[in-house]
Antibody
Framework: DVQLVQSGAEVGKPTESLRISCKVS????????IAWVRQMPGKGLEWMGI????????SYSPSFQGQVTMSVDKSINTAYLYWSILKPSDTATYYC?????????????WGQGTMVTVSS | QSALTQPRSVSGTPGRSVTISCTGT?????????VSWYQQHPGKAPKLIIY???KRPPGVPHRFSGSKSGNTASLTISGLQAGDEADYYC??????????FGGGTTLTVL
């Protein structure tokens, strides 16, 4: 069975760094892109960007370019989302999802979400 | 790039039908037949229910159907059930390596 399992809830302080993860199983990691999607409290879904696990090619939404960094570790079938400087406005639930092509919006499997809370 | 426009909320009674619209531009919804829809129950991850404007993934009931006319895509849910009460999001290709979501619609089953 295809599964995307995300790391647990995180609490961080402004200016701290943070990395969350998305471990996949049940399919060949390098055959699909991984997308990251933000959902702020009580708000809608926002596409943050995508990464290809095969060659780490990335594409970021203009709204998130420079704010986060996506990466993968092919050896352990895991994708990461990293903040070097957290802000209170980063408080949200973050989802990873797989898609077959970089701009083909078919997110057929999703992680369960990671809630990130940024507060001093 | 602004989110695709969806009504904030819709409602319907059990057994009836509702339609949720998703309006974009010729650069996204109108420019490609790559519109998908997602259902999200509170506290849960989104679930794909329609892709390529009209196609249903395995296991999604035929009660869910999609269509598109010009720059507006639509999701129709027929034979409403209590379990359909959820948030619904449209999503479209919006250029090379770019995807955009709608603002979301809350469906209430009265």
């Amino acid at each position: 069975d295809v599964q995307l399992v995300q790391s647990g809830a995180e609490v961080g302080k402004p200016t701290e760094s943070l990395r969350i993860s998305c471990k996949v199983s049940g399919y060949t990691f390098t055959n699909y892109w991984i997308a990251w999607v933000r959902q702020m409290p009580g708000k809608g879904l926002e596409w943050m960007g995508i990464i290809h696990p095969g060659d780490s090619e990335t594409s970021y939404s203009p709204s998130f370019q420079g704010q986060v960094t996506m990466s993968v570790d092919k050896s352990i079938n895991t994708a990461y989302l990293y903040w070097s400087i957290l802000k209170p406005s980063d408080t949200a639930t973050y989802y990873c999802a797989r898609l077959p092509a970089p701009d083909y919006p078919v997110f057929d499997f999703w992680g369960q979400g990671t809630m990130v809370t940024v507060s001093s | 790039q602004s989110a695709l426009t969806q009504p904030r909320s819709v409602s319907g009674t059990p057994g009836r039908s509702v339609t949720i619209s998703c309006t974009g531009t010729s650069s996204d919804v109108g420019g490609y037949n790559y519109v998908s829809w997602y259902q999200q129950h509170p506290g849960k991850a989104p679930k794909l229910i329609i892709y390529d404007v009209t196609k249903r993934p395995p296991g999604v009931p035929h009660r869910f159907s999609g269509s598109k006319s010009g720059n507006t895509a639509s999701l129709t849910i027929s034979g409403l059930q209590a379990g359909d009460e959820a948030d619904y999001y449209c999503c479209s290709k919006a250029g090379s390596y770019i995807v955009i979501f709608g603002g979301g619609t809350t469906l209430t089953v009265l």
